[in-house]
């Protein structure tokens, strides 16, 4: 069996023979000269760690070159997978951002806020006295003339005017923050 010296001495020559052509073979696909470095010193250092268990029969030089190139192929998997992952992320990213842009630009701030305001509508209406809250809806939803109210409601238009200004000035207060948002409202509470 011969010494660890000379075996020393053995691999150091080897080393420094072979070294940079395996680099060259590592670099060919890995394309990264640090990452080739570290693959083929990798590879020499399995080849010294095994040394006495590899048969004399095989060459050193195959042994360190398959070991590369089994190195050199579990990196460029990883980078697949890596990149793989990678598409996906970016085209996830890219269909949410696309989905919250169609979103926002589909979005019309008077659409979302006129339910709002209907149930605020509704909710004062309820409030209001029966009386009240009929002629309103007469005048306002029925498009009835004060004169027609009056004559339904059996009282004079000045009892029909009382009544919807009563209602117009809850809903006003009720309303003050949707005022600017939608501009009807004034005509719907004069």
């Known amino acids: ?36 470095e570290d693959i083929v010193m990798e590879a020499l250092m399995s080849y010294w760690e095994n040394r006495l268990k ?29 990149n793989e992952v990678s598409d996906r992320v970016s085209s996830h990213s890219e269909w949410e951002l696309s989905n919250r842009i169609a979103t926002l630009d589909a979005c019309e701030p008077s659409a979302l806020f006129a339910g709002e305001v209907q149930n605020i509508i509704d909710h004062v209406i309820s409030r209001l006295s029966a009386n ?41 207060v009720a309303l003050k923050d949707y005022l600017v948002l939608f501009p009807f409202l004034y005509d719907f509470l004069t």
């Open 54 to 82: 590899i048969s004399s029969e095989i060459n050193p030089s195959a042994y360190v070159l398959t070991v590369v190139k089994n190195k050199c192929l579990n990196h460029l998997r990883h980078l697949q997978l890596v």
């Open 1 to 36: 069996m011969p010494s660890n010296s000379s075996d020393l001495i053995r691999f150091n020559k080897f080393f420094s023979e072979n070294q940079q052509r395996f680099i060259r073979f590592a670099w060919t696909y890995t394309r990264e000269e640090i990452v080739a």
């Open 132 to 172: 009240t809250a009929r002629i309103f809806v007469l005048s306002r939803y029925e498009n009835k003339s004060h004169k027609e109210i009056a004559e339904i409601m059996g009282m004079t238009v000045k009892g029909v005017e009382f009544h919807i200004s009563k209602a117009t000035k809850e809903l006003r």
